[in-house]
């Protein structure tokens, strides 16, 4: 299985990205996904995560309302827009899949399967 990360990259506060993530070698869609962020001497943290339908979500607080996570199983990809970016979002961006139907982060912290990451930075 692999999870192939992409979208990141520089914008001025107030910006927007889509990252998207691929997944490939999944049997079928039946995976949650979700997206953590890392920044730079703190703690990976959870940040967006959809069901296996893509009806159920769940967002941070910290990212509700800014950010909008969706995937298109045709296409085994999961996307995260980012709107209204602000300079605490910079991070590191990795995208998850895990066998189970959830959204919790807990649960999600242990996720089966992770991809390589990729860097999103907000300048003020």
């Known amino acids: 299985v692999q999870l192939q990360a992409s979208g990141g990259g520089s914008v001025q506060a107030g910006g927007s990205l889509r990252l998207s993530c691929a997944a490939s070698g999944l049997p079928d869609s039946s995976y949650s996904m979700a997206w953590f962020r890392q920044a730079p001497g703190k703690e990976r943290e959870f940040a967006a995560a959809i069901g296996w339908s893509g009806i159920t979500t769940g967002y941070a607080d910290s990212v509700k309302g800014r950010f909008t996570i969706s995937r298109d199983n045709a296409k085994s990809t999961v996307y995260l827009q980012m709107n209204s970016l602000k300079p605490e979002d910079t991070a590191v961006y990795y995208c998850?899949?895990?066998?189970?139907?959830?959204?919790?982060?807990?649960?999600?912290?242990?996720?089966?399967?992770w991809g390589q990451g990729t860097q999103v930075t907000v300048s003020s």
């Open positions: 998850a899949a895990d066998r189970r139907n959830t959204v919790l982060p807990g649960l999600l912290s242990k996720a089966d399967y």
